[in-house]
């Protein structure tokens, strides 16, 4: 079955920078590529997704590359703040499959 | 309206109590889940139902037993659960089952403790 790693386990950045954080895929029939930041306490809310024949999307100050030949996918984060700090969980799914596979989550502190 | 509610927000709990979740939405989505997240793990998926009928159970013990009612309602029926079971429960649709390659809306979860 699918397995989702995700890097780092937790980050750190001043106001202002950016911010990576990396996943991994094992099934090369994945095809789409959520991420969701989930903030203590609440629920886990959709903030960018990719497909697999799109190699980057972008929405403001978020964005998404994706390499299927190498099976990884990355969360960028341009000019952080103090609100953007939360859980990220990076995911994949199979076209017409059941569900998707979570990673294990990036806690991003965006220090002021 | 892109919500999806789940009650009671929090929920205590003895060992020997039966007691139910909650969630609905009424976006018209045709799958809905049920997912259970410890501290500092992602979500882990327990069931899928699609069509109003149970389509994905992950091995979950039979203490946890779902129900949907109809196209907008899923339930999570709880008896003689164990401490380790505390965590929070999260529900979610999605537009159709396989569609978890369109959005998920995630409820706000219910906090269950087990005491």
């Known amino acids: 079955g699918e397995n989702v790693e995700q890097h780092p386990s937790t980050l750190s950045v001043q106001e202002g920078d950016s911010a990576v954080i990396k996943c991994t895929y094992s099934?090369?029939?994945?095809?789409?590529f959520p991420w969701y930041k989930q903030e203590l306490g609440k629920r886990p809310q959709l903030i960018i997704d990719?497909?697999?024949?799109?190699g980057e999307k972008k929405d403001q100050r978020i964005a998404v590359t994706l390499n299927k030949t190498a099976k990884h996918f990355s969360l960028h984060i341009t000019e952080t703040q103090p609100e953007d700090s939360a859980v990220y969980f990076c995911?994949?799914?199979?076209?017409?499959?059941?569900?998707?596979?979570f990673g294990p989550g990036t806690r991003l502190s965006v220090l002021p | 309206d892109t919500e999806v509610t789940q009650t009671p927000k929090h929920l205590v709990m003895g060992m020997t109590n039966k007691k139910s979740l909650k969630c609905e939405q009424h976006?018209?989505?045709?799958?809905m889940y049920w997912y259970k997240q410890k501290a500092k793990k992602p979500p882990e998926l327990m069931f899928v139902?699609?069509?109003?009928?149970?389509?994905i159970n992950e091995s979950v013990p039979s203490r946890f037993s779902p129900e949907c009612p109809n196209s907008s309602l899923l339930n999570l029926h709880l008896h003689a659960l164990q401490p380790e079971d505390s965590a929070l429960y999260l529900c979610?649709?999605?537009?159709?089952?396989?569609?978890?390659?369109?959005?998920?809306?995630f409820g706000q979860g219910t906090r269950l403790t087990v005491v």
């Open positions: 979610a649709s999605s537009p159709r089952q396989g569609a978890m390659n369109t959005e998920a809306f």
């Open positions: 099934d090369s029939a994945s095809n789409y």
């Open positions: 990719i497909r697999s024949n799109v």
């Open positions: 995911a994949a799914s199979i076209e017409y499959g059941q569900n998707f596979v």
């Open positions: 976006m018209g989505h045709r799958a």
């Open positions: 139902y699609s069509y109003e009928k149970l389509s």
